[in-house]
């Protein structure tokens, strides 16, 4: 989709360090690093959320989020974990493009929550 970020990081146009990459699904680095290791994950096809996203798109994402998690919890061992989904922009979302946030978590005054 034109004008979208993600789908330009997709396509190669602007650069992102990749964390995982397969036919469907890719993940890469959140270029804010809320905490440490702060990865996206997403679907290469464009859709812009939550509610928008096919199930068997929903189901190429969350099948490769457990390995992608233990991929970061073996680089950056954290103490633990969150997931987190912006749907809608009251919610937090400000890229339209459906992303799972993976955000590892160090305790106390880590950046997060
Ligand atoms: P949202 O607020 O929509 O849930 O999350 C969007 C996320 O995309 C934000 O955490 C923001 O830092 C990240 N982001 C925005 N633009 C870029 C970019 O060009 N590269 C990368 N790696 N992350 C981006
Ligand atoms: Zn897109």
């Known amino acids: 989709m ?9 396509n190669g146009d602007i650069p992102a360090a990749k964390v995982y990459e397969d036919e469907h699904v890719l993940a890469f680095l959140d ?5 440490k290791g702060h990865t996206l994950v997403i ?17 190429k994402v969350f099948s490769v989020v457990p390995k992608i998690a233990n991929s970061i919890k073996n680089a950056y061992e ?5 997931l987190l989904n ?13 992303h799972v946030h ?8 880590d950046g997060f929550g």
Request: charged share 25%.
């Open 31 to 35: 270029i804010s690093q809320v905490t």
């Open 43 to 59: 679907p290469k096809d464009h859709h812009k959320n939550l509610y928008e996203l096919p199930e068997d798109v929903a189901e």
């Open 86 to 98: 912006n749907n809608e922009e009251p919610a937090g979302q400000s890229v339209f493009h459906y």
């Open 2 to 10: 034109d004008n979208c970020i993600f789908c330009k990081i997709v």
């Open 78 to 82: 954290p103490i633990g974990l969150n």
């Open 102 to 109: 993976i955000l590892p978590r160090y305790g106390k005054g």
